[in-house]
């Protein structure tokens, strides 16, 4: 970049490009309506000293500030509010610096993960980095609330293998980890890093993958043995090899002879390894999928992340530097924690409840492996041992309107709340990345501890304290907020009665 050339940093309704750079990196219809509330201002920083002075200018004015990275926070946190606000944009800030040698890499906080994957892949056929299979979610937002992908069995979860950053602290300071401090190092990487600072880049440990991994998706209906196949999924899905990962995902359908209705399950897969070893592995762990030599497909491990997009098998690598997809419908997510096996008379109760409701879906992503070694306290994410899957809940829609929304909206919920006795309990755990106000907000005033718990112990469970903690610590002001941010202590002594 050429950086003596000036160029226009802040963009204002009605400057031309305002609507351009605000609907550029809004993933999701529900916030992209006449009615949504738009900035005052979008701070689109290409410099670091840009980034200090937004913070600054909002902390005088007392304007909200929303910082977006990549635009993918379910329920829009990064890029919407009630209140005024200002958009500190960080697409522009998106190098990545790679030291293969060191297997490490630098990665600004805009720089989405198909760019690191696509950077990564042109230096090394042999090394990765453990994150998600989305290539437009970016790293700042992604690492900042923990990141997870089909690696995670094997490597755990981004922030676990995040070893520096660098911020923007409340006062406009540039911090990297040593300047920081480890407690407030510790809260950037999967606490929700926009409740403490501006995360600038982060510092990553890359991880050797082989020059071969096998994938495969396969599907099966409640006629093909769907159930038995769910069934031994959960009983298998915490112990089984830690090279192997098989998200599985139920969905409402049709079957084709007579047009019935009935419930798919879809399994799609990545081994780091090839398809004899991963055959061995399924035929003595899974033999009830039935999987055969040709359902699998071996190939290069950034050939997988295309598969994973669901692109062609002969589309480019390319593709990964595309950031911006064609925005074409409403989403709501919601998530849950599964730690005992659901019995199968539940599962068929849920199958009932999915036919009956006709557009939501269920995806199983089980843990186990690694997850299960990396102790609780160890980032801020505390999901580890104890969880055979993560559930989450998926309603996508292209109708317009209150009444389509009342619908779909009403569908997810009434899934989540049929799902209670089967998730975890005392709290019903959630997962920060698939961001949920449906399980509570703050408003930010006196009363932010109280309602901030609501949802913290969901999200961070024991470590939510140590948050509050750091965040009172860093930003007692509470600069650094938004409807599900971390709050600081109603007094200085709740933090020293918590020591």
């Known amino acids: ?105 630098w990665v600004d906080a805009g720089a989405t993960l198909g760019e690191l994957y696509f950077k990564i892949a042109s230096l090394s056929k042999t090394r990765s980095f453990p994150a998600g299979v989305c290539p437009t979610v970016a790293a700042g937002g992604h690492f900042a609330c923990g990141g997870y992908g089909n690696m995670l069995r094997k490597y755990g979860l981004s922030a676990d293998n995040v070893i520096d950053a660098r911020i923007v602290d409340v006062n406009g300071r540039v911090l990297d980890r040593k ?55 959960q009983l298998v899905a915490e112990k089984i090899d830690r090279n192997l990962f098989i998200r599985l995902r139920l969905s409402p359908s049709t079957t084709k002879q007579n047009n019935a209705k009935t ?30 030599k040709q359902d699998c497909i071996e190939m290069s491990w ?25 925005l074409d419908s409403f989403q709501k997510r919601k998530s849950d924690y599964i730690q005992t096996p659901i019995p199968k008379h539940g599962l068929e109760l849920i199958w009932k409840k999915l036919i009956e409701l006709g557009e939501t879906e269920l995806v199983f992503n089980h843990y186990g492996g690694r997850m299960s070694e990396i102790p609780v306290a ?45 998730v975890s309990k005392s709290p019903r755990e959630a997962f920060l990345c698939y961001r949920d106000l449906d399980i509570g907000i703050t408003h930010n005033g006196e009363g932010s501890y109280d309602e901030g718990k609501v949802y913290g112990l969901k999200y961070f469970k024991s470590n939510f304290d140590r948050l509050v903690k750091v965040k009172t610590m860093v930003d007692p002001e509470n600069f650094f907020r938004n409807e599900q941010s971390i709050p600081t202590f109603p007094s200085m002594g709740r933090i020293i009665r918590g020591n």
């Open 263 to 292: 419930i798919k399950a879809l399994l799609v897969s990545l081994f780091l390894g090839d398809s004899q070893n991963l055959m061995d592995v399924m035929n003595k762990e899974f033999p009830e999928l039935g999987l055969k």
């Open 1 to 105: 970049m050429d950086q003596s050339k000036p160029k226009k940093i802040t963009l204002e309704d009605p400057y031309s490009s305002f609507p351009t750079i605000l609907q550029s990196y809004i993933r999701n219809r529900r916030f992209n309506t006449s009615t949504t509330p738009k900035p005052l201002l979008i701070i689109t920083a290409l410099l670091d000293t840009h980034v200090q002075a937004a913070v600054l200018c909002s902390k005088t004015t007392k304007i909200q500030l929303k910082i977006r990275s990549g635009g993918h926070d379910f329920d829009g946190l990064s890029y919407v509010s009630t209140t005024p606000f200002i958009i500190l944009d960080m697409f522009n800030l998106r190098s990545i610096s790679i030291n293969i040698i060191t297997n490490t890499a």
């Open 179 to 233: 300047t920081m401090g480890e407690d407030l190092f510790w809260a950037v990487r999967g606490g929700g890093a926009a409740s403490f600072a501006v995360v600038l880049s982060y510092k990553i440990r890359l991880v050797p993958v082989p020059e071969t991994v096998t994938v495969f998706r396969v599907e099966r209906t409640l006629e093909q043995n769907a159930i038995e196949i769910v069934n031994r999924w």
């Open 378 to 422: 160890a980032t801020p994410f505390p999901h580890r041992a104890g969880n055979i899957f993560k559930l989450q809940y998926s309603v996508n829609w292209k109708d317009e309107g209150v009444d389509a929304y009342n619908n779909y909206m009403g569908q997810i919920r009434e899934l989540y709340s049929f799902m209670t006795p089967f």
């Open 302 to 326: 950034i050939q997988s992340v295309l598969y994973w997009a669901n692109f062609n098998n002969n589309t480019s690598t390319l593709v990964l530097l595309n950031r911006i997809t064609h």
